[in-house]
Structure formats: C-alpha cells, structure tokens
C-alpha cells in the first residue's frame, strides 16, 4: 500500500509539472524561434533597402555591414542581382542560381523562410527577401509595383539556438526530476505516516493470530483507523478473557479430578487385592487401565493449560546438561525393556537455549515416554544435540519404532488425536500437543520426520542465549508421563 500510495502522490506530481513545464517550455521555443526569425528578417531588410539604393557608397555600406554581421553572428549573406549576376562583388553568390526561393524573389517579390525542418528547425535558417529599386522596398505612390533589382539571402546557423534549446529543455527536465524525487521521497513520508495506523492493526492482528490474546492496537490516526481500532481491541478483550476464563476452569477442572481418581484408582487396587474369581479381577484391570489413562488425560489438560497461559518468561539453560539430567532418569526404564539410550551430538558444551522453567524437562518426558513405547526391546533411542548456526539448538530424538505415515504426521499434533500404533492405544493424545505448545511458548519450533533406516525422528529447534554458559544440578525425579 505505501508504493501504491508513493506512485500515486510521484504521478499526480508529474501530471501537475508535465501541465505546469512542458507548455511553458513550448513557449520559450517558439519565442525564441520567433524572435531570431524577426532579427534575421529585420537585417535583410535593411540590407535590402542599401541594395535598392543604387550607389556605390550603399553598396560599399552593405558590404561591411554583411562583414559585420557575419563576425558578429553564426550568420552569412548571399546577394545576387535580377539579371543572375553578382551585385555587390565582395558578396558571394548563391550556391544554386536555381534556386526556387531565390526565383520566387526575383520574379514574385516573395520573401521565403526556410528553416530546415518540419520539426524545431534543421542545421540553419534560410532566409531570402526581394530587392526593390529605390530607398523603400514596397509599391509605388499609384499602387504600382517597383521594379525588383535583385535578391538578399541570409544563411542563420542555428547551432547556438540549438545549444539554448536543450538549455531550455535541460534545465527544465532536471528540475522535474529534482521535484520528482522531492516528492517521492516527500511521499514516503506521508504514505508511512498515514499508514502507520494500519501497520499497528496488522502488527496486532499477527501478534493475535499467534496466539497472544495480550496484543493490542494504538489507538491513532484518522477516525475511521480509531474506530476500527477500539473495534478491534474491544474483542480482543473479550475474548481473552473468554479464553482465560475457559483455561482457568479446564486448569481447576483438571486439579480437581486428580483426588477422585487416584482415590477410584486405589479402591480398584483394593478390589482386585481381595477378589479371587478370574473373570472379576479381569474387569477390575480394565477399569484400572481406564482410570490410569483418564489421570493421565486429566494431568496432560492441566499441563496443556499451564503451558497455554504463558505465566513464566523463558531464561538461559544449559541444554546438553538438561538433557543428560533426563536421560539419566529414563535410562532404568529403558533398560527393562532392553532399550538403549544414547546422546550424540558435536556441541561437547552444549549450547544455552531460551526456554522456561520446567518446559524442556517435560517436552523430553513426553517424547522419550513415546519413544519408549514404540521401541522395539533391545533397540536404541538416540538423542542428539547439535548447534545450527549463532541463534538456534538443535535436539533431535529419534526411535526404531513402526514410525508415522506422512498424514499421521500431520495430524500428530493435534489435541486428543491418537495414532495406530503402541501409542494409540494407550496414549491421551495430548502429549505431542503439550511439545508443540511448550516449545513455541519458548520461541522454537518442533517438526517430525522420518528417521534413517526406519522410526520416528523428533527434532525441536531452540533459540540460542548469548549469555556464556551455567552449570545446572542434577534434578532427580521420576518420569513424567507422555502422550
């Protein structure tokens, strides 16, 4: 919009200077063609009336009057006689005794003007005018004609009016151009100006669209941009406060089942302690198998909604550090089953990433839990840490398990979506979806893709700390569980 509006203002400057210039510009042509025309015709007249005279101190007088003229001016005079010979014998003649101007003079009594173009003019002005016996070259007292006794040309090179021309044209056009880029450069100043008020919706509405309810606009410029503003700002308000009501009561909700199902839990535990027939203590596990994945469910909700408020502010932690605490917890686990977990990787330091307080030990909870269960025994879980450029870590986790098709993939972070696969069957669904949020809240970004020779490859992108680098201790503790 801010080119459009700078083209626009840049168009509507030059309509006004191409109105204002070109016919000003016209006119000095013409008036400078018209005046040189006039002087030209004006000392051919003159010499004329010398030549009319008939005597010898004329002739003489003509000849170093054209001697004058010719040093004074880019111009030459030419005379010849009625008869075709020369009249004033220091004069040259003209180049073509044939010439049709120099007989309409002498047969009509016709000036002629030649400029040499049809357009501004060409390489000189010609200029030819009869010459009548006696002082004034006109008719006699009765009307008659006087006799023509001959012809005076004018040859005008026309190279300085050239040379003035283009400085006509010239200055004119440099002008426009200075005044051109005066108002382009005006112009962006305007078009910024009036659409800065827009800039501020969109900035709003980009910041909304990514998730931060907080995001609202100035309210500046014109009216209608401050009506559209309050308009806007307005539901943004509502609706987050909608949405905070919405995850305040999923967060409650969510604490506020725990107590009853561990209690459900426990009283199943209990039944399936004192029951001895086989068929009953069947259905107990079932519903103790259900018990445990709605506490599961319940504590993915209440983390999910934890992550989506954005109550801390990410701060520099020691990546390779972090993640060897982890993998030092899940490595028993792993080693019931035969699985393998090891950390690779060319950051022998490791990079301090940008995450907040408590976020990386879960996103790893919840991918390593996954990998885990769709391991197959004595396989490898290998996580990797890697530095990509000066701004971004890079933490890959990657499994032999059956891996994804390209559309589970795609569907892998949505809420309560559950796979084919081992973790489809006992998973919540929101494990994925708590990665995603947990590492975008932080500024990163997480994509999955397949992994060599088969498996499931998890890579998360972090962004970089500049601070130097901050031993962390151990946090023991038990796995969190994933979806």
């Excluded at 309810?213 to 406060?241: H, I, K, M, W």
């Excluded at 199902?261 to 399936?272: G, K, M, P, S």
Aim: charged share 25%.
């Amino acid at each position: 919009m801010i080119k459009r509006l700078i083209v626009s203002y840049v168009a509507l400057v030059a309509v006004a200077l191409a109105a204002f210039t070109v016919p000003v510009a016209f006119t000095l042509t013409a008036q400078l063609r018209g005046d040189t025309e006039e002087s030209v015709r004006r000392e051919a007249t003159t010499m004329a009336l010398l030549l009319g005279d008939g005597d010898e101190p004329a002739r003489q007088a003509l000849a170093r009057m054209a001697g004058a003229y010719a040093d004074e001016t880019p111009g030459t005079v030419e005379v010849v006689a009625a008869d075709g010979r020369n009249a004033v014998p220091p004069l040259p003649l003209p180049a073509r005794p044939d010439d049709p101007a120099i007989g309409e003079a002498l047969r009509r009594g016709v000036t002629t003007v030649d400029w040499g173009s049809r357009l501004v003019w060409g390489p000189e002005l010609v200029l030819t005018v009869p010459v009548y016996e006696g002082r004034h070259a006109a008719r006699g007292p009765a009307g008659e004609e006087q006799r023509i006794v001959g012809a005076v040309r004018i040859r005008y090179a026309t190279a300085d009016l050239t040379d003035r021309l283009w400085r006509i044209w010239g200055f004119r056009a440099i002008l426009a151009v200075g005044v051109l880029a005066i108002a382009a450069g005006l112009g962006a100043v305007v078009a910024r100006l009036l659409t800065k008020p827009l800039r501020q919706l969109n900035d709003m509405a980009s910041r909304f669209g990514d998730g931060d309810l907080t995001a609202r606009s100035p309210v500046t410029g014109p009216q209608e941009t401050r009506t559209l503003a309050r308009t806007l700002n307005q539901g943004a308000e509502r609706l987050d406060t909608l949405v905070a009501s919405q995850r305040i009561f999923v967060a409650d909700a969510s604490h506020q089942l725990r107590t009853p199902l561990t209690a459900l839990r426990l009283a199943l535990d209990n039944i399936a302690d004192g029951v001895d027939d086989e068929f009953v203590r069947e259905d107990v596990d079932q519903a103790t198998a259900e018990v445990v994945r709605m506490s599961r469910l319940v504590s993915g909700l209440l983390v999910l909604a934890r992550a989506e408020a954005k109550v801390a502010a990410p701060e520099p932690l020691a990546l390779r550090e972090l993640v060897e605490d982890r993998l030092s917890v899940w490595r028993p686990a792993g080693d019931e089953r035969g699985v393998t977990i090891v950390l690779t990787g060319t950051a022998d330091d490791g990079p301090r990433v940008l995450a907040g307080p408590g976020n990386l030990d879960q996103v790893l909870d919840n991918i390593l839990s996954n990998a885990l269960e769709v391991s197959p025994d004595r396989g490898t879980i290998t996580v990797r840490v890697e530095t990509c450029g000066p701004e971004e870590a890079v933490l890959e986790v990657l499994d032999q398990g059956p891996g994804m098709s390209a559309a589970e993939q795609a569907r892998a972070f949505d809420r309560f979506w559950r796979g084919q696969g081992l973790t489809g069957r006992t998973g919540s669904g929101l494990g994925l979806a708590i990665v995603k949020q947990l590492v975008t809240d932080d500024g990163g970004r997480v994509a999955l893709r397949d992994a060599p020779g088969g498996g499931l490859c998890v890579r998360i992108g972090l962004r970089t700390a500049a601070e130097g680098p901050r031993r962390i201790s151990p946090r023991p503790g038990a796995p969190r569980s994933g979806g």
